[in-house]
């Protein structure tokens, strides 16, 4: 049997990623009449969440919308291929500066911008042109080019995966300090004056790592509590958050309380009256006639 119109559209689209490939073959050998919820079960990730099904749901009419969701989403001036490879880029730069490597960092973030500064998709330049057309390219070097035409080809950079593999220790306690307000230059600076031992730290980081099961969820595990310390203006360390793993979930930031002011007086509020009141030092509440603009919020510690 010959492909439809919408088939041979999308089929002829060589920009498809692999997983979009996936689930359009998929999608195409599946048979017969679908219900609503299979249909919509089939539908997913395919096309606008916001999509309702009013009619049955057929495999060309399934097939209809995953085309005009592909259009739509693949318009002209789409950069999407640009800004995720701009993405990895700038998180192996980061991967890299945590190693302490020199120039790469830099060659990382050059090649990033010229992707996210191009007017249009890397992936057309590299299906026009191939491998020689991204090298052409202001800010893009061999060796970014190369892994350019790799995420075009398989949706992933390796060496990226390497990299986060091999510094999940030191991205923990980096991030650990980061929460503290400490930048990596600075912490590098206070490793290199012995103000900060960093050795101290590889051990519980590892422990994290090993018990959060992720370099994600151990940051996850430290933001969480950074935020609840910091609101209660308390001291933390690697191993707090060893102590506080079994109520991670149920650890919650310190209630701001902010409570109103005029002239450096306390104010109240009458339910009954509908109405503000200073409150003077003697005790004596004054009928608040100003402008409620003119009312002073401060936080209560």
């Known amino acids: 049997m010959g492909k439809g119109p919408h088939e041979r559209q999308i089929c002829s ?123 052409k390219m202001k800010g893009i070097g061999k060796s970014t080019a190369e892994k350019i035409e790799e995420y075009i080809k398989k949706d992933a950079i390796r060496y990226q995966k390497e990299l986060q593999d091999k510094t999940a220790i030191r991205q923990i306690i980096a991030h650990f300090f980061k929460s503290k307000g400490i930048s990596l230059e600075e912490l590098k600076e206070n490793a290199r004056k012995k103000a900060i031992v960093y050795s101290r730290y590889t051990a519980p980081a590892k422990k994290l790592l090993e018990l959060a099961g992720s370099t994600q969820k151990a940051k996850e595990a430290i933001d969480k509590v950074a935020t609840w310390a910091n609101s209660r203006k308390l001291d933390y360390a690697i191993e707090t ?49 100003g402008d409620e603009k003119d009312i002073e919020w401060r936080v209560i510690k």
């Not at 149920?250 to 200073?278: A, C, N």
Request: no cysteine; proline share 5%; charged share 30%.
């Open 241 to 289: 958050i060893f102590k506080k793993w079994l109520e991670l979930d149920r650890l919650k930031p310190k209630e701001i309380v902010k409570k109103p002011f005029y002239d450096g007086h306390p104010m109240v509020w009458s339910d009954t009256k509908q109405r503000w009141f200073v409150v003077r030092g003697g005790g004596d509440w004054l009928e608040f006639a």
């Open 13 to 135: 689209r060589r920009r498809q990623t692999p997983a979009y490939k996936e689930n359009v073959r998929s999608l195409l050998t599946r048979e017969g009449e679908r219900s609503h919820s299979q249909g919509i079960e089939v539908f997913q990730g395919l096309a606008s969440p916001s999509l309702l099904f009013k009619r049955p749901v057929t495999r060309s009419f399934l097939f209809e919308q995953v085309f005009v969701s592909y259009n739509e989403s693949n318009m002209p001036g789409d950069k999407k291929t640009n800004i995720h490879i701009a993405k990895i880029f700038h998180e192996i730069a980061e991967l890299l500066e945590l190693e302490g490597v020199k120039f790469k960092p830099a060659a990382y973030r050059k090649a990033a911008r010229a992707l996210e500064e191009m007017a249009e998709d890397i992936a057309d330049v590299y299906e026009r042109e191939g491998i020689k057309g991204i090298q």
